[in-house]
């Protein structure tokens, strides 16, 4: 019997799986393991794989089989249904924008990535300004493009690449409720910590002891290591495919956390990509639902589950083991303020957890009023201060612990950053619904198990792929339609504890 | 101006070029880097890789392009004729076996190699002869359908994949001379030997410590660590493309020397990429000229220089500071007897250099039977160990030391075999040339400077990629055609000094 034209389809998007992941082991290896020297030569073998997936999903073969497909889909299961919306999404993102346009951006970004390297080191922002310009007029074209192909709004368009289904008017909503609430929920956590001040900790930490702690905490959690690595680089990531995944962090020998934290944000990212549906791990409805559910599950694990007085107390002991910790500030109380110390502070990334979804909504609202053309690429320094000062009551006094410091624009990622907003009340409101249906989760996570934990995110989010939408998936997994109550809710209990 | 069908030919090239490069790379990375639960997703990653180049080499464009260029090949510049012989040399061998024989192959090789490993531990040749079996057969196949396109016969068609342009009739000539004369060769090194015994070298010698001796050297002779690395592996390779050259070793605690001979050795093969026309790197004009040419560089670096009193007298001192050598063991002329030491033995990988291509004419006559079918699978043993005895006087008890030690014909490699004895011989008209041209060598390489070797190899040999064919490039180089006699003369100079 020949292939059918869906059967076809599988097999076309089963090889683009293949060449993506090919790709997603040579970036992991230009970050982490490649010579210095070799970046001409990887950049050729990089853009040699992405104009082939390009080239599958722009293929008349691929939109023949897909309309051959769709007027004989009657035979066709939920999930093949869904995994050929999936695969129709992905062609109309590819053939939505002309290859012509795709080579000027990554020229541009290209060109800007470098000076805005460059302008971080001089703090010149002029320098760079020109080099915006040019992505963020390319952007718009390619927004305009996107959004008449998609029917949908020129930003929003941007987004659904990111976050697939989410619009300005569900994002707006939800981040409305939060800006209402947090700037005074800030200055309150503040004050109630205050009141409360914990030990510094300081010392010297090893980078192979705390590689040593990683890695035993991780194997707690279930990190598959026959199926994964951890790994060092400057920043960091998560990189590879369902059934090899590579996380990695970096270990500060000043600094007993940050090296744990950030590599139990990435395996909560590699958790996620580990639950996929095992069925469908080649298939576009076997994939993540997109950055807003993945950061929801790094977030989930790093933010709520580790600054957690349970998971200090499984902690305590490991901390002892490897890195020899003694003395009253690595009581568990202490280290619990520790993880969860609240502070007014300019960069995103060093954030904590009540005032990093500030940072992530000025990015927001500067990224619309781009696309809009609300806001020129002259003006963003002093929109950025300006905004940091309203919002958070702190201003930048240079542009590199200002405007300058996320690299997601110079390479026209436009769209991405409420991901990272959206990706926190997903994991509140998920965090939730696991707490009334786990009641002795605590206790679990107190001993270092972890296994009825990942069990609900497995069967109430990983395994689900790509099939729901994320607002589908939210109101599966918990029954209520996706907003920001629980994330306050979480917030409120946890910061303005009595 | 449209793009000329040789200039669109380079473009297709181009792209192949970048495919095989990102294969190398995930090749070296299985062996290296990955986590062992991994194989399958990487093999599917590499079989798309696979099936990419092939679908370019064998796409009816390419034949079509290869023709006009062809017809209108009077403006072409000498390195673009060669480009376009190369170019249908690889096509003609793309399309000459059929896609169904390709994937019958790749079948029955993945099995045979998984059934060699097995016997290889249970010592039962015969539970891995219906699979050797498999592969003769097809390989036989695809060796009359090779020969019939190339109008070869059908053993040379497979010898030309690895050497291109060397035929049974001339290998045959060349291994004759040496056959001629190697086991008196061999009796009489061995008895001058024993009347200079030498003090064994014993010790414990942790990797960390032979690593850093390693790096020492190879930095040393040029090997570029900003377009490189060294890694460890059960076997020794080199892998990666010119500009990214990933070269591995094995380090032995109880052995000083294997690990240093291994890296030295892939080094020899990572100098030979690196000095390759920098123009045409991404052509096929610009790759090595097979792998008799490939050997001939690592054999010359491992065996004739590294292994030569000027080279230990360099060594010694690095010795004593990486290893802590010291001791009668360590001096100079017992380290030179340690590494030039012949014996009888029966593993190829272990063999010295004089017995050394005593193992390769075995394999090669006992190949050319398989292809002939004048040697059944279930004579091979028999055949093995009588030719052992013959040719060195030893005979394998078993079949792990006999007929089973070496992969290739498990995984299909049929034709390759003599690459390794060709590559001797190439090495030393090359080694006899070059000390006539540059009559400080030895005491360059005294001092550890290595710049003139590399120099007079890159513009004799490295520089000309696969313009020539391998008779024109030695004849180039060194003013004779390819024959076995500086062979023997520096075999003899060498093991039998008085």
Redesign the interface.
């Known amino acids: 019997m020949p292939a059918s034209p869906y059967q076809q389809l599988e097999e076309e998007f089963?090889?683009l799986?293949?060449?993506r992941?090919?790709?997603a082991?040579?970036r992991w290896?230009s970050v982490v393991?490649?010579?210095?020297?070799?970046a001409?030569?990887?950049g050729?073998?990089l853009?040699?794989?992405e104009t082939?997936c390009h080239a599958i999903l722009s293929a008349p073969k691929v939109s023949r089989l897909l309309d051959r497909a769709q007027a004989n889909s009657q035979g066709l299961e939920d999930w093949q249904l869904a995994n050929l919306r999936e695969m129709r999404r992905q062609r109309d993102h590819a053939i939505a924008t002309p290859t012509s346009l795709v080579s000027r951006l990554a020229k541009a970004t290209a060109r800007a990535e470098m000076h805005w390297l460059e302008a971080r080191r001089s703090g010149r922002y002029a320098d760079f300004a020109p080099h915006l310009e040019e992505v963020v007029h390319l952007v718009r074209d390619k927004a305009a493009l996107l959004g008449n192909a998609l029917g949908l709004a020129p930003y929003d368009a941007l987004v659904d690449e990111y976050s697939p289904g989410l619009t300005t008017a569900e994002i707006d909503g939800l981040f409305k409720s939060l800006a209402r609430r947090l700037p005074t929920l800030v200055r309150e956590a503040i004050e109630a910590q205050a009141a409360r001040p914990h030990v510094p900790i300081v010392g010297r930490f090893p980078a192979s002891k705390q590689r040593a702690l990683a890695v035993e905490v991780m194997k707690a959690i279930g990190f598959?290591?026959?199926?994964?690595?951890l790994d060092e680089s400057e920043q960091p990531f998560t990189e590879g495919?369902a059934?090899?995944i590579r996380v990695t962090t970096r270990f500060d020998a000043a600094d007993p956390f940050q090296g744990l934290l950030g590599a139990l944000h990435e395996t909560g990212h590699a958790m996620y990509d580990l639950g996929l549906p095992q069925a469908w791990r080649?298939q576009p409805v076997g994939r993540n639902r997109g950055m807003a559910l993945e950061e929801s599950q790094s977030l989930l694990l790093e933010m709520i589950v580790v600054r957690s007085r349970p998971f200090v107390q499984y902690l305590r002991p490991l901390l002892e083991k490897h890195l020899g910790a003694s003395g009253p500030e690595w009581e568990a109380e202490n280290v619990y303020r520790h993880l969860t110390r609240v502070r007014r502070s300019l960069i995103r990334v060093e954030a904590d957890e009540l005032t990093y979804p500030v940072h992530v909504m000025l990015r927001y609202d500067l990224e619309k009023k781009f696309l809009l053309g609300e806001l020129r690429v002259t003006d963003l320094p002093d929109a950025w201060n300006s905004g940091m000062e309203q919002r958070l009551g702190i201003r930048p006094q240079n542009e590199v612990e200002g405007c300058l410091q996320d690299v997601h624009w110079a390479i026209g990622s436009f769209g991405y950053f409420p991901a990272y907003g959206l990706g926190a009340l997903i994991a509140a409101q998920l965090w939730e619904k696991l707490r009334l249906d786990r009641e002795g989760l605590d206790a679990e996570i107190a001993k270092g198990e972890f296994g009825g934990l990942f069990e609900w995110l497995r069967v109430n989010v990983h395994s689900l792929g790509a099939k729901p939408t994320v607002q589908q998936l939210v109101r599966l997994a918990t029954d209520r339609p996706l907003s920001a109550a629980p994330a306050l809710r979480y917030l409120e209990a946890k910061y303005l504890e009595p």
Do not use: T, W, Y
């Open positions: 089963r090889r799986h293949a060449f992941g090919a790709a082991v040579l290896d393991m490649m010579p210095r020297g070799s001409d030569v990887r050729e073998q853009a040699a794989l082939e598959p290591f026959d199926r994964g690595r495919v059934g090899d080649d």
